[in-house]
């Protein structure tokens, strides 16, 4: 398996907002391309431990690659975060001193036709991160090809926050009626052209709402979110961490408001820590990360 082409975001304020120390047990809820988890494995040193899930099993094939040095101290599980607190408990892997998300997607999962999640290249329509990604195995053509028209325009709205939901669920439909959408460059042009042509010279292209809203359906990525947070509170020890980093609005407020609410919470980050100019030199895609944590009381 080919290394990652990941650029993990955040590293360095991670680290500090986790409190990582030797000694010290973590779970890291999104392998990726393993950086976070190197990381947290470096500064546990020697006898600390991390517990890495990834839905993506690609994901924890590269991971292994280069991590068998760590053997002891490391287990890698193909698993959703959602499920966090049960795969720990299964493993008796807790209570932990720290628990990261770094949400969404990797730059290698981008790439990897066969996930579909790239609006500019051809792909097919899957959009799942991996297996267990949902329970019945829905793909974003299951939704394009199938899915009421009222459905897909909220989907897209919720998800999406697409202004042009309506007009977009309409060319689907349209579209789906001569042939089935199976390819992600038949949905790109099935949105542009749905959008009026001054949207297509936006900040952003105009596909990428419905990709996200996609993607967000098919992953169920928000329940998963509101699942994950709750699990780690449960595996948490008195004094442990949790760092949160999102995408996009939806996840941050979720991750905001559930800060928030949880009184066994108290919240260390009261706005949201972004990159420095520094690192969005060298990272375009960390434009839009922030970073929220918590400790538990
Ligand atoms: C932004 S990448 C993480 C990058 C990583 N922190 C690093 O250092 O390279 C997000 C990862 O989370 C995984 N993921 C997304 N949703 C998940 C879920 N519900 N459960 C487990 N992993 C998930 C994706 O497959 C992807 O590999």
Redesign the pocket.
């Known amino acids: 398996m080919p290394s ?1 082409i ?4 955040l ?1 360095e304020e ?1 680290m500090l907002v986790l409190n990582v120390r030797p000694g010290g047990w973590y779970v ?12 947290l494995l470096r500064r546990s040193a020697p006898t600390g431990r991390v517990l890495s ?4 099993p690609k ?1 924890l094939e590269r991971a292994q690659d280069h991590l068998t040095s760590e053997s002891e101290r490391w287990s890698g599980v193909e ?6 607190a049960e795969l720990a408990h299964a493993r008796k892997f807790f209570p932990v001193d720290g628990v ?10 981008l790439a990897d036709r066969q996930k579909g999640l790239s609006f500019l290249e051809n792909g097919s329509l899957d959009m799942r ?2 297996p ?2 949902n329970e019945d195995g829905l793909t974003a053509a299951d939704i394009v090809n199938s899915w009421p028209h009222n459905d897909l325009e909220k989907m897209l709205r919720n998800f999406g926050e697409e202004r042009y939901a309506g007009r977009i669920a309409s060319a689907i439909i349209e579209a789906r009626q001569v042939s089935r959408i199976v390819g992600t460059l038949d949905l790109t042009a099935v949105v542009k052209k749905a959008v009026p042509a001054s949207y297509e010279h936006g900040r952003i292209h105009p596909a990428t709402r419905t990709f996200q809203a996609l993607r967000i359906a098919v ?3 928000l329940e ?2 509101k699942q ?1 947070i709750d699990g780690a509170r449960e595996i948490l020890k008195p004094g442990g961490r949790i760092a949160i ?1 999102s ?1 996009h609005s939806l996840e941050d407020r979720i991750v905001k408001h559930a800060f928030r609410s949880a009184e066994d919470l108290e919240i260390i980050t009261k706005k949201p820590m972004t990159p420095s100019l520094q690192e969005l030199i060298h990272n375009p895609r960390a434009r839009s990360a922030k970073l929220r944590a918590a400790t538990k009381k």
């Open positions: 990652s990941h650029q993990a975001v590293v991670t890291d809820g999104t392998l990726g391309g393993a950086t976070h988890t190197q990381e899930l990834d839905v993506d994901a698993g959703n975060f959602r499920q966090m990261l998300l770094d949400l969404g997607f990797s730059s290698d999962e991160f991996g267990k990604a992953n169920d990525e998963a979110l994950a980093i995408f």
